[in-house]
């Protein structure tokens, strides 16, 4: 009832010619002469160059956003004081009116001695009912308390404008010290500026000062690499003129004979001697005449060999090419057979549903099908 589905080697085959692609790439890459220079790599350089300018733009926003954290920071530090004065005074005020509202002098248990009987107590009795022990002033008593009221009221306003003046001194020294402080960061970003502005300066000073001191040292190295080639030719000119002037290339005869003298024939000096005699030349052409047979013979048989080599490595590949046709006509036709199998294995699966959806609707078995079923199986 399932499908069979052959085994394909094209993944197999791709990955191979992959690596075969890039080994490929990598040997040219390798191997490439042009890329292989002298001296200076430009390149590497250059790298340089751009790492270099990468790390100085990675510096400057690291202190930019340095710069853009520390305003922050002195902004939430501004408004942290602003809140918190803002909360005190809150404060003070909530305090006060707590004050004026639930603790007042006329609400205290004292408050008809110190306040008498205007504000917090008062005789809703009537004064000929009450008895001796009801009297609270008597008469002769509390002689100065107008005077000292006006006293407490003036030391009250006297103590209120103090603190009025005091609140109003701290709130001067506060904005000035913010001021200051104010000023001090304005004067460290500006110095801050300064410092970086003149570091820029001193970088770029040293880079022309490098660039001028290398351009230099090529200059110089290209004059005395030139110097040199000079020096070279001269002594190279002087060498060949010397040699060919020289006795060996003249092949001087006087420069081979030596005088010995007593009587004796001149002898002959044979590493300056340039001439042979005709034996001599004679075996030289025989010696080069059998090495010229001898290469001859090597060249013929290296020829034959490798001709051999070459039928054998073709009939090699015939052989190879024969095996991939019959494997590939095996698989083909191996597929093939698959593809009846699952065919056939198709057309019966269709019929038993199309057996099993008329058992459905009419619910009667049907011989023919078993008939067809077996039949087909078979």
């Known amino acids: 009832m399932y499908k069979v589905d052959l085994p394909i080697d094209q993944s197999i085959e791709k990955a191979v010619q992959r690596r075969r692609s890039a080994e490929t790439a990598r040997k040219a890459r390798v191997f490439n002469t042009r890329l292989r220079v002298m001296g200076l790599d430009t390149d590497a350089l250059n790298q340089q160059v751009q790492e270099k300018k990468h790390q100085q733009n990675m510096e400057m926003q690291r202190d930019q956003a340095f710069e853009k954290l520390r305003i922050c920071h002195d902004e939430a530090l501004v408004q942290q004081k602003t809140g918190e004065e803002e909360k005190r005074a809150a404060l003070h005020t909530d305090l006060t009116q707590y004050w004026a509202t639930h603790q007042r002098v006329e609400d205290s248990c004292d408050a008809d001695l110190k306040c008498g009987l205007k504000g917090a107590f008062r005789i809703t009795i009537p004064e000929s009912e009450l008895g001796p022990a009801s009297m609270q002033i008597f008469q002769g008593e ?98 060949v003129w010397h040699t060919l002037t020289s006795d060996m290339m003249t092949e001087c005869p006087e420069a081979a004979v030596r005088q010995v003298g007593e009587g004796r024939p001149p002898q002959v000096l044979v590493d300056k001697w340039k001439g042979m005699r005709p034996e001599q030349l004679s075996a030289i052409h025989r010696g080069r005449e059998e090495q010229r047979v001898e290469k001859q013979r090597q060249y013929e048989a290296e020829k034959a060999q490798n001709a051999a080599w070459e039928c054998r490595l073709l009939k090699q590949l015939r052989e190879v090419e024969e095996e991939e046709k019959r494997a590939a006509e095996l698989r083909r036709e191996k597929r093939l057979q698959t593809d009846l199998y699952n065919m056939q294995l198709a057309r019966e699966q269709q019929a038993h549903q199309d057996y099993l959806n008329k058992q459905l609707y009419t619910n009667k078995p049907s011989k023919d099908y078993f008939h067809q079923f077996n039949t087909s199986s078979r």
């Not at 002689?143 to 005091?166: C, M, N, S, T, Y």
């Open 142 to 239: 509390d002689v100065g308390r107008e005077q000292r009221r006006r006293e407490q009221i003036r030391k009250a306003e006297e103590d209120l404008r103090a603190q009025k003046e005091e609140h109003e001194r701290r709130r001067m020294r506060d904005k000035q010290r913010e001021t200051l402080v104010s000023k001090e960061l304005v004067y460290q970003d500006l110095m801050g500026v300064q410092l970086y502005t003149q570091e820029e300066e001193c970088k770029k000073a040293a880079r022309v000062a490098l660039d001028n001191c290398n351009q230099a040292l090529a200059v110089d190295r290209a004059q005395n690499l030139e110097e040199q080639h000079r020096r070279e030719e001269r002594e190279n000119v002087a060498e």
